[in-house]
């Protein structure tokens, strides 16, 4: 019985130290973030501690999610006829919408809501870029709300990026041509890429490329990575960006895997 409880002693002392130990390194981390983020003027997380970038994460991470929930919420509302005739008759019907509690909670704190394309975007874009994209905004806001633009309040998290374009992933039936653009790599050609790539181009121009981040989850990783992509390589232009679980899913990859699965031990060509 004495063995056992010096035992049960022992183990909660290591672990105590370890606390300790852990908590130690979290305030030297946050003194070092502390020290380096003013000189941290890339647009990127490099300077912050392993803890600190996972909370910047955990903030876009909900403003992804509170996509989702519009997207839930708008489509509720649509199936009412007087706000689908409503917001035919005014595109600013959806930004005069009210969210759900649950939904303002993911982003009231720290943002505000600037624009969504199911709005038609009549904040962000310039009026030659909404008369170019007319039909696009039009067909896509068929499936109601892909993405939405967050710029974030004078008192809010420090970690918080100042301005937020946030895509959310398949979420209706429509979703799943775009899904099939991604196997058949053809995503970077879709309506969608197009659309966010004038948002993302606008906001940098508008307010910075340092201060623009964009972030998605499954198809919307994807077309937020097809946006990043083509634009640094294209035009220099490296913004920060933070991806939930991209699906990409090319044709030679699923030729591979069908390959191996039969047998075969290399890809002829």
């Known amino acids: 019985m004495t063995s056992k409880v010096i035992g049960s002693a022992l183990l909660v002392g290591i672990l105590v130290h370890q606390h300790r130990q852990e908590k130690k390194k979290w305030e030297q981390d946050d003194r070092s973030t502390e020290q380096g983020q003013n000189s941290n003027t890339d647009g990127t997380c490099s300077e912050l501690s392993s803890r600190t970038k996972q909370h910047k994460r955990i903030i876009l991470a909900k403003l992804v999610k509170s996509v989702y929930m519009m997207h839930k919420e708008a489509k509720t509302a649509a199936a ?3 706000a689908n005739a ?11 919408f009210e969210w759900s509690k649950k939904c303002l909670d993911l982003w009231s704190d720290n943002y505000v809501l600037v624009d969504l394309d199911l709005a038609r975007l009549t904040t962000v874009l310039k009026p030659e870029d ?13 499936d109601l709300v892909h993405f939405a633009v967050f710029s974030r309040k004078a008192v809010a998290d420090v970690l918080a990026p100042k301005w937020v374009v946030a895509i959310r992933g398949t979420a209706s039936k429509r979703d799943v041509s775009s899904d099939l653009k ?35 989850h499954s198809l919307g990783a994807a077309a937020g990575l097809s946006v990043t ?41």
């Open 229 to 269: 992509r083509k634009m640094a390589v294209e035009n220099s232009v490296f913004l920060d960006t933070h991806l939930f679980n991209p699906p990409f899913l090319p044709l030679e990859t699923i030729a591979h895997f069908m390959l191996t699965a039969l047998g075969g031990d290399r890809i002829c060509t």
């Open 86 to 96: 409503a917001a035919k008759r005014d595109h600013q019907f959806w930004m005069k």
């Open 80 to 82: 009412r006829n007087h």
């Open 182 to 216: 991604i196997v058949l790599e053809r995503l970077h050609n879709s309506s969608l890429v197009k659309m966010l790539r004038k948002t993302v181009e606008r906001l940098c121009a508008d307010h910075g490329r340092d201060n623009v981040t964009v972030t998605g």
């Open 130 to 142: 909404e008369r170019h994209f007319r039909q696009v905004l039009d067909d896509c806001a068929e």
